[in-house]
């Protein structure tokens, strides 16, 4: 079992940044992929980055990239999302989620834990 605690969420001007943090119980959460999900209001849970267990291999959806940095230190047990030049189409409740399979997968079904979400308001 696994439980993940998002913090680092805020209200932030357009073109500002903000980091992210996942912290993570649990031995074995060096073995797992990590993923970052955002979900606006009235809209579905979107994949928006991912993070193989040993860090090497990320992967974003387009609309991050270049503006978002996933990270992970293991030794703290803990993932991180670097979000600069923000814009409202970021504005949403950012989840941390974790695979213990390690798949690298970007469905919301491959991921079996998850936080309790942190929320980010850009305002313009």
């Known amino acids: 079992q696994v439980q993940l605690v998002e913090s680092g969420g805020g209200l932030v001007q357009v073109g500002d940044s903000l980091r992210l943090s996942c912290a993570a119980s649990?031995?074995?959460?060096?073995?797992?992929?990590m993923g970052w999900f955002r979900q606006a209001p009235g809209k579905e849970r979107e994949f928006v980055a991912a993070?193989?267990?040993?860090?090497?291999?990320?992967t974003y959806v387009n609309s991050v990239k270049g503006r978002f940095t996933i990270s992970r230190d293991n030794a703290k047990n803990t993932v991180y999302l670097q979000m600069n030049s923000l814009t409202p189409e970021d504005t949403a409740i950012y989840y941390c989620?974790?695979?213990?399979?390690?798949?690298?997968?970007?469905?919301?079904?491959?991921?079996?834990?998850w936080g309790q979400g942190t929320q980010v308001t850009v305002s313009s």
């Open positions: 649990g031995r074995t959460f060096r073995r797992y992929v």
């Open positions: 989620a974790a695979d213990p399979r390690a798949r690298f997968g970007i469905s919301r079904h491959e991921y079996a834990y």
């Open positions: 993070i193989s267990w040993s860090g090497d291999s990320t």
